[in-house]
């Protein structure tokens, strides 16, 4: 009776190990050959589902250590109304104006699948109208902006009362797509709702499998992995990550040298490829291990 209780703890030990291990996710520790400082970096998803969680163990460890929490955007510092002078049409123009006769009705039958009337909808931009229609349809999918990492850690945060500091403010978030020319509106909400930069959509047991279990070569073929890029996803790609990621890692840098412990955040994507943050920090001279 013992050896089978012994078996059974062995058993359920070994299980246990192999599950801790396939949840691997994107988690990083910054160091470098100059001082004592460490960074930790988590490559997230910002809509999720209660699969993601428990977090590995040293992910929630290295979070209590750190003192300062990074987010690719402070989501305490979001003005509504600031949002809305961007977002929306206050000039007379309305969506339908903006796009073309297709893209506007299919857009319109996204929206109206989520209770936006056609009336509401003519008052938003093409960009801000395509993510409320992105959104709808994953939160449709299961996932939720409740279960995202981000919205976790912000949280544990400020119960903590940690520091809360950004790698992008809303204005830079928001011109991503807003100070595209007009002449592009219909690329950008069909970009937009592809889902990915590589203009494929892909289911989201997938995304999230690849995400919890870390397998950066199957989350990269996705995202950059293409031949049949056009110019106008090139485009898409240079503004929505590889510039960004520029700016991000030196944001990172920054905060690097400040001698506190910080726990930066961004989605996954900025993280990976050859034009990503671990990389332009790695040539920077920078340690980076992956945890």
């Known amino acids: 009776m013992k050896k089978s209780i012994i078996l059974l703890l062995f058993i359920l030990f070994v299980l246990n190990t192999k599950a801790q291990e396939e949840r691997r996710f994107f988690f990083w520790e910054m ?54 002078h961007r977002a929306m049409y206050l000039d007379g123009r309305t969506l339908e104006s903006a796009l073309s006769k297709n893209t506007y009705q299919m857009l319109i039958r996204k929206l109206e699948e989520n209770g936006i009337t056609e009336d509401i909808a003519n008052f938003f931009k093409p960009w801000f ?39 992008e403010n809303v204005d ?24 990915v930069a590589s203009g494929k959509e892909f289911d989201t047991d997938k995304l999230l499998e690849c995400f919890v279990s870390g397998n950066d070569q199957e989350l990269s073929s996705y995202l950059f992995k293409d031949d049949n890029l056009s110019e106008i996803d090139l485009l898409f790609m240079q503004r929505l990550l590889i510039d960004r990621n520029i700016k991000m890692s030196e944001k990172i840098e920054n905060y690097h040298k400040s001698n506190k412990i910080h726990f930066v955040i961004a989605g996954a994507a900025h993280f990976l490829g050859l034009n990503g943050i671990i990389e332009i920090l790695n040539k920077k001279g920078y340690r980076i291990n992956r945890l």
């Open 172 to 195: 830079e978030q928001i011109n991503v797509f807003d100070a595209m020319p007009d002449s592009l509106n219909d690329l950008v909400v069909e970009y937009i709702l592809s889902g």
């Open 129 to 167: 109208a395509a993510m409320i229609a992105s959104i709808s349809y994953y939160e449709g999918e299961g996932l939720s902006a409740e279960y995202g990492i981000e919205s976790y850690f912000l949280k544990k945060a400020n119960e903590k009362g940690k520091t809360l500091a950004e790698l």
């Open 31 to 84: 160091t470098d050959n100059k001082s004592n400082n460490v960074t930790y970096l988590l490559g997230s998803i910002h809509l999720g589902n209660s699969s993601l969680f428990p977090l590995p163990k040293i992910i929630e460890e290295s979070f209590d250590r750190s003192k300062v929490l990074v987010l690719e955007l402070d989501l305490n510092s979001i003005d509504p109304f600031q949002l809305a």
